[in-house]
């Protein structure tokens, strides 16, 4: 009796196992197989570039991935994984190195948890881009946020705003809690009252934080980016000032920062992504993180903040980037941005 129980147990442990490269062999085919044969053609040859130690190479890899979006690549990843049994992102991360290899990670990693981790990073004090956190919190719209909230606990196991809580202080922790809870309205639907209104709120400037009530803050942190923007600029029509000099003249620090950035985006994300680029790429310590992110998270949209930049700023971003940035980093960057 034990005997026979014995080899039951055998036969079913062999019949787990062969079950088993079933599946893996199935997932594999899934992986590689059935993929169009564009992209699998695009994974042989990204595995022989890998391979490959020749005079810009790494170049002809940068704009390999360029060359496909965030789902073509999460694609070719999966193949390249199973079919290699290697790590495509390990692998390019022992390819590339320093700034190279930012600009290839955040490449390969999906956006929200690109964002989860950028967020991450910025509350922890760890080497990034110093204003991701701000910026990502500030202005992604709720759908997104509530996304990379449901990441970052996957991520990081613990919670968004517990994190937020506790490792952020004063007023802009108040305000990032707050953004936090995704109340911000999305419709485009406003009225010229309601622009009077607001534009009077923000000039009388009540509260620091939303203490019930529509205070200047309540209504950057609810109102939708349409209602802000015609805010903003009847408040400069009406009292001669932008707001956001308002701002700098009652608040300092990462909170004023974090107001500015409300303001600002509410104007327009192209404006709002040329001026960051300038200010970065124009200040004494440049802030290569941020250039980064900026980028490679709008890499589809580069012809708009080009056009406004130059706009603004009377010189092309190709130029302002190769004035300030040499090398094969400066090289990725135009590739980048000439997608």
């Not at 890899?61 to 999966?78: A, E, F, G, N, W």
């Not at 290899?101 to 910025?122: F, R, S, W």
């Not at 980016?225 to 300092?252: G, L, N, P, T, W």
Request: charged letters at 25%; proline letters at 1%; aromatic letters at 10%.
């Amino acid at each position: 009796m034990a005997l026979q129980l014995f080899h039951q147990s055998k036969v079913f442990r062999c019949l787990i196992i062969w079950m088993s490269v079933l599946f893996l062999g199935l997932r594999a085919v899934q992986s590689c197989d059935l993929l169009d044969p564009v992209l699998r053609d695009f994974t042989v040859n990204l595995r022989g570039r890998i391979k490959t130690n020749e005079n810009g190479n790494d170049m002809k890899i940068i704009k390999m991935l360029v060359s496909l979006d965030k789902t073509q690549l999460s694609k070719v990843t999966d193949c390249y994984n199973t079919h290699y049994g290697q790590s495509l992102i390990l692998n390019l991360k022992n390819k590339f190195n320093g700034k190279l290899e930012q600009i290839v990670v955040a490449l390969m990693t999906p956006e929200i948890e690109y964002n989860a981790k950028l967020i991450h990073d910025g509350l922890f004090g760890l080497e990034s881009d110093s204003s991701a956190l701000i910026d990502l919190i500030s202005t992604e719209p709720c759908w997104e946020m509530k996304q990379i909230r449901d990441t970052y606990q996957k991520l990081y196991k613990e919670q968004l705003n517990s994190d937020l809580a506790q490792y952020t202080t004063g007023h802009l922790r108040d305000l990032l809690l707050n953004l936090l809870k995704c109340n911000r309205r999305e419709n485009l639907f406003v009225t010229q009252s309601m622009i009077e209104y607001d534009a009077q709120e923000l000039y009388s400037g009540n509260t620091i934080l939303p203490n019930g009530g529509l205070s200047a803050e309540n209504i950057l942190i609810t109102g939708s980016f349409e209602r802000i923007r015609r805010a903003v600029y009847r408040y400069y029509s009406k009292y001669r000032q932008y707001y956001e000099s308002s701002i700098i003249k009652k608040y300092d620090g990462d909170f004023r920062r974090a107001l500015i950035t409300i303001v600002r985006w509410s104007k327009g994300k192209d404006g709002f992504y040329a001026e960051k680029l300038h200010e970065n790429l124009n200040s004494v310590e440049t802030d290569e993180h941020s250039i980064i992110r900026i980028i490679v998270s709008n890499i589809d949209n580069m012809e708009q903040i080009k056009k406004e930049f130059i706009r603004r700023y009377k010189i092309s971003l190709e130029e302002a980037i190769t004035t300030k940035i040499t090398g094969q980093y400066a090289e990725a960057l135009l590739i980048l941005i000439n997608k």
